[in-house]
């Protein structure tokens, strides 16, 4: 047995040796390979921008330049309940989700309809949207300044729409950048 295993070739032996280091090398290159294709998907999944909330008056998207707002039918705005007569200021916003949407506003009250305008989904302060929907935000026109916001909050992206009476006029646009 020892003249069986003293007889074998030199180079069969380091054959073996040869094959063994290949083999660990191969599986160390896929594994990092492997590693490092987890690493890069997964941080394009991360990296990546959620879709963006869009909120529109009139057709324009809203930006941090103010827009000026007018009130389609001022009769339509005056309540009939009050004892002295209030005019209520109506904004009408497009607004395009993506996802869980919650809409809050500060002062006023909001009518929710669907993104056709058709049908009345909900009338308050708060909504949890998760397809486009198009608002009316009504508030008082006391004809002194004042200030309301509304947060548009989804997954990954956060909005305020900021509402303003000031110089006589109506204004609306995008809080920041």
């Given at each position: 047995?020892?003249?069986?295993?003293?007889?074998?070739?030199?180079?069969?032996?380091?054959?073996?040796?040869?094959?063994?280091?290949?083999?660990?090398?191969?599986?160390?290159?896929?594994?990092?390979?492997?590693?490092?294709?987890?690493?890069?998907?997964?941080?394009?999944?991360?990296?990546?921008?959620?879709?963006?909330?869009?909120v529109s008056v009139f057709g324009q998207k809203l930006t941090a330049q103010p827009v000026m707002v007018e009130q389609a039918d001022q009769g339509a705005g005056?309540?009939?309940?009050?004892?002295?007569?209030?005019?209520?200021?109506?904004?009408?916003?497009?607004?395009?989700?993506?996802?869980?949407?919650?809409?809050?506003?500060?002062?006023?009250?909001?009518?929710?309809?669907?993104?056709?305008?058709?049908?009345?989904?909900?009338?308050?302060?708060?909504?949890?949207?998760?397809?486009?929907?198009?608002?009316?935000?009504?508030?008082?026109?006391?004809?002194?300044?004042?200030?309301?916001?509304?947060?548009?909050?989804?997954?990954?992206?956060?909005?305020?729409?900021?509402?303003?009476?000031?110089?006589?006029?109506?204004?609306?646009?995008?809080?920041?950048?």
């Amino acid at each position: 047995m020892v003249r069986a295993i003293s007889e074998i070739d030199d180079d069969l032996i380091s054959d073996v040796h040869t094959v063994e280091e290949n083999r660990v090398v191969l599986w160390k290159k896929l594994g990092t390979l492997a590693a490092g294709l987890v690493l890069i998907i997964s941080a394009g999944f991360l990296f990546t921008p959620g879709a963006e909330i869009t909120v529109s008056v009139f057709g324009q998207k809203l930006t941090a330049q103010p827009v000026m707002v007018e009130q389609a039918d001022q009769g339509a705005g005056i309540r009939a309940y009050s004892l002295e007569p209030v005019t209520v200021f109506t904004v009408p916003l497009e607004v395009k989700v993506s996802g869980h949407t919650a809409i809050k506003i500060s002062g006023g009250s909001m009518q929710v309809f669907d993104s056709e305008g058709s049908s009345l989904l909900y009338e308050g302060e708060a909504f949890d949207a998760e397809e486009d929907v198009r608002i009316f935000w009504n508030v008082e026109d006391a004809g002194t300044p004042v200030r309301y916001e509304m947060s548009v909050e989804g997954k990954k992206t956060a909005d305020t729409v900021i509402l303003t009476w000031e110089d006589g006029e109506w204004k609306i646009r995008r809080a920041g950048s």
